[in-house]
């Protein structure tokens, strides 16, 4: 077990460094002047051109790159240019390790920017995760074992109606009437776990986590119901039966096993998709996370904001799917000798 937790790491950090590559040679081998979005949409030529050399992109790409992969490991200075470095030493910025660049819209490191916004999308994402896991899986069960009923179609049809209202009217619902007209929760609010304790950052999370949650719900509810309804049909489930085996052992022991499988590695993508920011719903709860960074820094033409979020998402995005192989070796075994 351990070897393949240690080649799935050693994979991963590969996939980062080729990840990184491939963002790098798509956003800054185009013939476009990368300082002109870097600087913002209204820079004039002078500025543009002061920019490139302040944040060293007036270097070839592949260099770019090097300097880039070194300052995530070791930090970096900027400006970049020795000459503006003499000139001007009170401008000079350390960018500590990971240092994924500098916001020259924003004045301030990639990296200080990212931080403050990362417990907001993570906090919203796995308290939306928690929910649709724990709800989708059950209802998703439940219907199920009561294949035909009017339970299993009550739970479907009412799944299919939350999946087919897009976030941002659920977001707006929710604030609408149960936090404005009928005073049953807050207004959300975000607070952090110092600042509000547990139960003022579960509360104002409740309502846009939420929101996600019956999105991805439905989705849950329907693949639990096919994967369980397909493991119920194997013939080492109905030799369990024949042998008089309690329900609730075949279901938790060996049905709900062998759904996990294709369960855990849909989950993983969709948490992964969710830490790089629920952007709608961010936009919707004014919460001022990774998405809405997204947004803003797409705006304003923020490029090395933008690079750094792009290999955030494919950050979270790798360590997710060594997470889920992971999970896949711990519930079969079978999957260590691969």
């Not at 992964?272 to 797409?298: H, M, R, W």
Request: overall charge positive; charged content about 15%.
């Amino acid at each position: 077990m351990f070897a393949y937790v240690v080649r799935r790491c050693f994979t991963g950090v590969i996939m980062l460094i080729v990840m990184s590559f491939v963002t790098y040679f798509l956003f800054f081998a185009s013939p476009i002047d990368p300082g002109r979005f870097a600087c913002g949409k209204s820079c004039p030529p002078a500025l543009i051109k002061q920019t490139d050399k302040a944040l060293g992109f007036d270097k070839p790409w592949p260099v770019q790159w090097k300097d880039f992969a070194i300052g995530v490991v070791k930090g970096r200075d900027y400006p970049e240019d020795p000459a503006l470095r003499k000139s001007a030493p009170e401008l000079i910025s350390h960018c500590p390790a990971p240092c994924l660049g500098y916001s020259q819209v924003n004045l301030i490191n990639v990296t200080t920017e990212l931080k403050d916004k990362i417990p907001i999308s993570v906090s919203l994402a796995l308290v939306a995760f928690v929910m649709w896991i724990i709800g989708g899986i059950s209802l998703g069960a439940v219907a199920a074992l009561t294949k035909g009923s009017i339970i299993d179609r009550g739970v479907v049809g009412t799944s299919l109606v939350f999946y087919a209202f897009p976030t941002f009217w659920m977001g707006l619902f929710l604030i609408e009437f149960p936090a404005i007209k009928w005073g049953l929760v807050q207004v959300p609010s975000y607070t952090s776990i110092a600042d509000g304790g547990v139960w003022g950052w579960l509360s104002n999370l409740f309502l846009p986590g939420l929101t996600l949650a019956l999105f991805y719900m439905a989705g849950y509810v329907r693949i639990t119901r096919a994967f369980v309804l397909e493991s119920m049909s194997e013939d080492y489930l109905r030799t369990a039966k024949a042998k008089g085996l309690a329900p609730r052992k075949i279901l938790f022991k060996h049905t709900m096993r062998a759904a996990l499988t294709p369960i855990v590695t849909l989950a993983g993508l969709d948490l992964a998709g969710l830490l790089g920011g629920a952007i709608i719903t961010e936009q919707v709860f004014n919460f001022n996370g990774l998405g809405k960074l997204a947004v803003d820094s797409t705006q304003t033409f923020d490029l090395p904001t933008v690079v750094g979020l792009v290999l955030l998402l494919a950050a979270f995005v790798i360590v997710a799917n060594i997470i889920v192989d992971i999970l896949y070796a711990v519930i079969d075994p079978r999957v260590r000798v691969g």
